[in-house]
């Protein structure tokens, strides 16, 4: 198959390190990380072809200079043409008709919200895209120094209820970096499942913690709640349908555990019980159908 084929180019390295990103190669070179993107107009067609092989050229000695800096380990450069992709524009935060070249990057790093990040907020003259400035924010960026971008609401003034409110901006603080474990539900204002299932929802959270309270129990749960539509969701989670439940354990934050039961409390809390009591994670935890 073709997936299959592209697959075996990039495992043997028969394609460059540096690509113009099409849709031949878009399914395996997004799927890449860490992954450097450049956003411009950019082509193989007579007007674009001096401008394109200039900027490849460009990212090709920064792909060289990491690899001599890191004992040969290498990485990815996407080069994306803005018209041809307009939803990676609107991943990124970035206007469509934005001049000159803007440099962008996809890492995964489960301690953050959010795998994408932007260089100096990614509004710059061509003058200062360098090699070196790029290596710098590659350099940032795998060390957590750079602060991804983030698309969030504001954090509440107040956050005692029973329920967390987590936002974007919060989430690395309330989630992965929290020293509880944490059941969040993500949902969206306006779904009617979500809806019918709030009030169970906060009769559990308000269960759990008068339990907490009364020291029924001694492991710190932490019951949250996330605006899908508001918010970035971190790439651990797998939202393809409101809502979604998951259990992030603190002794295992890369592995989030998929609630995949019926949307009623006695069934949620029977869930948590036996992931929090170190059950096997159900077969069909990794499964994206509707709850």
């Not at 073709?2 to 799927?31: M, N, W």
């Not at 440099?103 to 070196?132: C, F, P, W």
């Not at 504001?154 to 989630?175: D, G, H, I, Q, Y």
């Not at 949250?224 to 508001?230: L, P, Q, S, T």
């Amino acid at each position: 198959s073709t997936r299959q084929d592209l697959t075996g180019f990039f495992s043997s390295g028969l394609l460059t390190k540096v690509h113009l990103l099409t849709a031949d190669i878009e399914p395996i070179l997004l799927q890449k990380r860490p992954l450097v993107l450049a956003f411009s107009e950019f082509g193989w067609d007579f007007d674009l072809r001096d401008e394109t092989s200039y900027w490849r050229q460009i990212f090709s000695e920064v792909v060289e200079n990491y690899e001599a800096k890191n004992g040969g380990r290498t990485i990815q450069v996407a080069m994306v043409d803005r018209a041809s992709y307009p939803e990676l524009i609107t991943r990124f935060g970035m206007d469509k008709d934005e001049a000159d070249v803007s440099v962008a990057m996809m890492h995964s790093d489960v301690r953050k919200a959010s795998n994408l990040y932007k260089m100096q907020g990614a509004e710059l003259d061509d003058t200062d895209i360098s090699v070196e400035a790029v290596g710098s924010f590659i350099a940032d960026v795998l060390s957590g120094e750079a602060e991804p971008y983030l698309k969030s609401q504001r954090p509440p003034k107040s956050n005692k209820k029973a329920v967390k409110v987590v936002v974007a901006r919060t989430f690395e603080k309330l989630v992965t970096r929290s020293n509880a474990d944490v059941l969040i539900e993500f949902y969206a204002p306006w779904c009617p499942h979500c809806k019918r299932f709030a009030p169970k929802y906060r009769q559990l959270a308000k269960k759990l913690r008068n339990e907490r309270k009364s020291k029924k129990t001694r492991r710190k749960l932490v019951v949250a709640k996330m605006d899908v539509d508001a918010n970035h969701i971190s790439p651990l989670f797998d939202v393809e349908r409101i809502p979604s439940i998951y259990l992030s354990r603190a002794s295992d934050r890369a592995n989030p555990v998929k609630y995949t039961g019926d949307l009623e409390a006695h069934a949620l809390e029977r869930f948590l019980v036996d992931m929090r009591a170190g059950a096997t994670v159900p077969e069909d935890a990794a499964t994206k159908d509707e709850l």
